[in-house]
């Protein structure tokens, strides 16, 4: 089966193949020359942005379409974003890579999607081609941006305090894109003291940590695990310790602009989201 026909199939039925509910957009936009297989608004009004392919999932597909996640999610900074993946195969190391990071895939063997193709009566999708035309709009985002979102979304997560660094990094720079250790270390208090506040468990419960461990945690002690966990493990590529400050790696100053430090907190936010979302009780 060609890659077309499996796009045509799942756009016009899928809830055969993704879930019941989903309107197939009446119009595509086309960024930088990239866009998404399928796009769909789902019954939350949410959109769904799908990318299809024949045999294994790749590492290029893959890239290509978190690129296109990225420009879209600034373009439309108000929608909430889905992001899927379909593929007849996929390996072990991507499977756990969209999951751990709160994102959806499918997986249908070729024999099992071809017999939900034939419970699909297929229309090409292009008898709707007037109502389907692509809007072609250019790239939102500096190329050297893409690299480092996804060097971002890449990250591994085993506690939320990597992205809440990246977070109030990108809040709290001054002009010199440095942050006090202690203004760093006063943002992480607050942000697990109104966890706290707010009834909600404050980490991830498998790292079994004593209830309220991190909400009643000092000042002092926050800017010594900041140092010595997020700072240390995101490496000076992203950030340098320099003592009582924090500042942004040379790299990343390099290209500071408004539109850079906003999407370095709408990445980390998302991240963080998720994270909370698929780990913690109650998000």
Not at 69 to 93: C, E, G, W
Not at 255 to 274: G, P
Request: proline share 5%; glycine share 4%; charged share 30%.
């Amino acid at each position: 089966m060609l890659e077309q026909q499996m796009e045509e199939a799942v756009a016009n039925c899928p809830d055969l193949f993704i879930e019941p509910g989903l309107t197939l957009l009446r119009r595509q936009v086309v960024i930088n020359g990239r866009r998404p297989d399928v796009l769909f608004s789902d019954a939350l009004s949410r959109h769904l942005l799908v990318e299809i392919q024949r045999g294994r999932l790749d590492e290029n597909h893959l890239q290509r379409h978190f690129y296109y996640y990225f420009d879209y999610r600034a373009k439309y900074p108000s929608t909430h974003l889905r992001l899927m993946f379909i593929a007849n195969r996929l390996v072990p190391q991507h499977k756990q890579f969209l999951d751990e990071h709160g994102y959806e895939f499918r997986e249908y063997p070729e024999q099992e999607f071809e017999r939900r193709v034939m419970n699909c009566q297929v229309q090409s999708i292009q008898d709707s081609a007037e109502d389907l035309e692509p809007v072609t709009t250019p790239g939102v985002l500096a190329p050297s941006t893409y690299e480092l979102l996804y060097e971002i979304e890449r990250q591994p997560m085993t506690m939320s305090y990597k992205m809440l660094l990246l977070m109030f990094m990108a809040e709290l720079a001054d002009s010199d894109l440095k942050v006090p250790l202690r203004s760093l270390a006063e943002a992480f208090q607050q942000f697990f003291l109104q966890r706290a506040l707010q009834g909600k468990t404050e980490e991830n419960p498998n790292r079994r940590l004593r209830p309220g461990a991190l909400s009643s945690r000092s000042v002092a002690e926050w800017e010594r695990v900041i140092r010595t966990q997020p700072v240390h493990f995101l490496g000076e590529s992203f950030v340098q310790d320099e003592g009582i400050t924090i500042r942004w790696a040379e790299r990343i100053r390099r290209n500071w602009t408004s539109e850079l430090k906003r999407e370095i907190h709408a990445a980390a936010f998302d991240r963080l989201r998720r994270y909370f979302n698929r780990n913690v009780p109650g998000g």
